[in-house]
């Protein structure tokens, strides 16, 4: 009797240790809204309680965003004058202690403030995310991003086992942000890689000189579809690029779609890496692949598991911006075949619904799924103007394509202006 007593006593004590140790590597589901990585968070909460909040993977930014009403709900202190951002009003607040991922607890070792949002719902334009992981963070971790299988994998480091080619990366010391070496029409240049980011950037000087040096490749003005990244004013204007090939950590990349990084912020960019740089690849180029991030090791794994052209430029070719009451105005009209895509909206419109389905409230991903769709397909805008409501019907093109080039008019068309 006494050695069952003490058999059961010892497999109780066991369990009670493996339910204390901590996982080492969670594999997580992701959603992926306007290419933008979005995951479950949870944050422990004073009374002891912890919340569920939506977290967007944002290795190309070294600083933590959090919205106000979930500071408030942590019971951090906001501190500091008030900002005036393109993202809204910001303060500061002290960094969240734990983070958990998939029962992983998280630490934001070496970050001390985070910069909080006050008057919008999500800490970006058109996203659902309350908070970001920033590269501060991950950082301290094996990171492990599956596109096509919509997951992500976050480890103590050492404990993951990387696949792919293997491509050496120059790190900052003091924000973990990656820089890889990249080849673009005999050019070397270095590029950051930015998983957060749905669409590829390069400086405006860069951009300018391959289009001059090759005509032939496909380009266009006005950031629609992924390229419509956040609703700034300058992306109704920004100049369109397709790359039929480069060189990226030495592995080859086909049909990669960047837009032109104003000049304005490049020089912040730049100063931002620590070392001379020409923009980033975001996620329109990596959609195929296994990206694996060894931050200790400062290598990141490239591995291809598909090889099908996703038809990311597929679109009605409006241009948005996601408004703080949840509406959706357009804010610039992309040209196809020398004039506008859809010549009936003009900037200023408020686009109400697609093919019936209410825009506002929807994140950027949302509203651009509705307005995706196979080339010739139409659909239905509903819009108001001055207060007026009106429909339009809008065909769905295939832009930045050699067949949308060759339908365009050598000299470009402007966007289409109230």
């Not at 979005?38 to 190309?60: C, E, H, M, T, Y």
């Not at 290598?299 to 090889?307: A, G, H, P």
Request: aromatic share 6%; proline share 7%; hydrophobic share 40%.
């Amino acid at each position: 009797m006494k050695l069952a007593t003490a058999l059961i006593t010892l497999c109780l004590l066991a369990g009670s240790v493996l339910a204390q140790t901590a996982p080492t590597s969670v594999t997580v589901p992701i959603t992926l809204d306007h290419n933008r990585i979005i995951i479950d968070v949870r944050f422990p909460l004073p009374d002891g309680s912890s919340k569920r909040v939506r977290a967007w993977l944002d290795n190309g930014n070294p600083d933590m965003w959090i919205t106000g009403a979930l500071a408030q709900k942590l019971g951090l202190e906001v501190s500091g004058e008030v900002k005036d951002t393109p993202f809204g009003k910001e303060r500061t607040v002290p960094v969240p202690g734990v983070l958990q991922v998939g029962g992983m607890a998280l630490h934001a070792t070496g970050l001390e403030r985070a910069q909080v949002v006050l008057d919008r719902d999500s800490i970006g334009p058109g996203t659902s995310a309350e908070i970001n992981l920033p590269s501060t963070v991950l950082r301290n971790y094996d990171v492990l991003v599956d596109y096509l299988n919509r997951e992500l994998t976050i480890a103590v480091p050492g404990t993951l086992h990387f696949k792919g080619t293997a491509a050496k990366a120059s790190l900052n010391p003091d924000n973990a942000l990656i820089q890889l070496p990249a080849k673009i029409a005999g050019g070397d240049v270095n590029l950051a890689l930015d998983v957060g980011a749905p669409f590829g950037l390069v400086s405006q000087d860069l951009l300018g000189k391959l289009r001059q040096a090759h005509p032939q490749w496909p380009h266009m003005t006005g950031g629609v579809g992924p390229a419509n990244l956040w609703g700034l004013p300058e992306e109704a204007h920004w100049e369109l690029l397709r790359i039929p090939t480069l060189q990226y950590g030495g592995i080859p990349f086909t049909d990669v779609g960047v837009a032109s990084f104003p000049k304005e912020i490049m020089s912040w960019f730049e100063k931002r890496a620590g070392m001379p740089t020409a923009g980033l690849i975001g996620a329109n180029a990596l959609l195929n692949y296994r990206v694996g991030i060894d931050y200790a090791h400062g290598t990141v794994y490239f591995e291809q598991i598909s090889k099908r052209h996703a038809p990311e430029m597929d679109v009605v070719g409006l241009t948005l911006r996601p408004e703080p009451d949840g509406n959706y105005s357009v804010i610039g009209v992309a040209d196809f075949g020398g004039k506008p895509s859809v010549a009936e909206v003009k900037a200023g419109d408020v686009l109400v619904a697609i093919d019936k389905v209410p825009a506002k409230g929807g994140t950027m991903g949302q509203v651009w799924s509705l307005l995706s769709g196979s080339p010739g397909e139409v659909r239905t805008l509903t819009l108001d103007r001055a207060g007026k409501q009106f429909t339009v019907k809008a065909t769905v093109y295939r832009f930045l394509s050699a067949e949308a080039k060759k339908r365009a008019k050598p000299k470009s068309a402007k966007m289409n202006q109230r």
